[in-house]
């Protein structure tokens, strides 16, 4: 695991937080920030695909997957028990789809990091896609695109997305 690198990180000389940079082995970069006086603490990750990604007829892709690799994972089998423990430990969790990234986060009390960030990961490790999750959440996220055409700021990424 490299740390730090050539990276000099700029902050304000009245910031107290603590920053380190982690490039793990798989070549994820992580940006580790201590703060002493918050009972909170959060995570994100940006994948670098958003929906200029999407395949031709496969629009929504991205914003599908955003959406599914929030039910469960083989390690956490039972749907919504994410969302379910950040609740009950003062945390929330939420993700968007961008043009050429998709970020997804959360936070929770400190003490429950932990835990939270090893259910957060598994999304990404080994996510389930149940049949009926799939159903539902291709008709939302075509419910979100029905209600968005007529919004011109979508309909302009979407020209953009044939460039």
């Not at 490039?23 to 920030?33: E, G, S, T, W, Y």
């Not at 986060?105 to 799939?134: G, K, W």
Request: proline share 4%; hydrophobic share 40%.
């Amino acid at each position: 695991m490299e740390q730090g690198g050539d990276l000099t990180i700029v902050k304000p000389l009245n910031d107290k937080r603590e920053y380190k940079r982690v490039v793990l082995p798989n070549a994820l970069q992580i940006l580790l920030i201590s703060d002493p006086d918050t009972d909170k603490a959060a995570a994100s990750m940006d994948v670098s695909v958003g929906s200029f990604s999407d395949p031709e007829g496969l629009e929504g892709l991205a914003h599908f997957l955003e959406h599914m690799l929030f039910y469960a994972s083989e390690k956490y089998p039972l749907e919504d028990s994410y969302m379910q423990y950040l609740t009950e430990h003062g945390g929330r969790s939420n993700a968007f789809t961008d043009s050429e990234c998709t970020n997804f986060h959360f936070d929770v009390n400190a003490d429950y990091f932990e835990e939270a960030l090893d259910r957060f990961a598994q999304f990404f490790i080994r996510p389930l896609m149940s049949p009926d999750a799939t159903s539902r959440e291709i008709n939302a996220v075509d419910s979100e695109n029905n209600k968005n055409i007529l919004v011109d700021a979508w309909r302009w990424n979407q020209v953009w997305s044939k460039f």
